[in-house]
């Protein structure tokens, strides 16, 4: 079976998971963009860890939940976003100004919202996590 789209299966994955209360959750396939973004969210406190291990058939990530999380998806389609339209944006998909993060594209690599505002950097919604 062909997995269209990883970051939305992850998102998913990761939201049922929580859902039910689950400690850990196994991802397959893995991909370098889905592990910068699962950087993000450990970063931001949102998952406690996460481990790719190598199967030689695509590989796979464990992660282990923190039960921070109330919602997370992926953004589809991937709408391009100027720097001054981040906060129209964060005003759409999160709850509140100050919980919750953009997760963002851009030419520098994967970085939240907040850190697109700070350098002035535009790019491609991701996901949102709150």
Do not use: W
């Not at 999160?94 to 697109?116: A, F, N």
């Amino acid at each position: 079976m062909v997995q269209i789209d990883i970051i939305s299966n992850i998102m998913s994955a990761i939201s049922n998971a929580e859902a039910v209360r689950k400690k850990e959750v196994i991802i397959h396939p893995a991909s370098k963009f889905a592990l910068e973004i699962l950087k993000i969210m450990k970063r931001e406190g949102y998952i406690k860890d996460f481990q790719l291990i190598e199967d030689g058939r695509g590989n796979k990530i464990r992660i282990e939940l923190s039960g921070k999380i109330n919602k997370c998806r992926a953004i589809k389609p991937r709408f391009p976003v100027k720097k001054t339209e981040i906060l129209e944006y964060a005003k759409h998909f999160l709850p509140s100004r100050d919980i919750g993060i953009l997760i963002i594209s851009t030419p520098k690599g994967v970085k939240t919202h907040q850190e697109c505002l700070n350098e002035g950097l535009g790019g491609v919604l991701v996901a949102y996590v709150y």
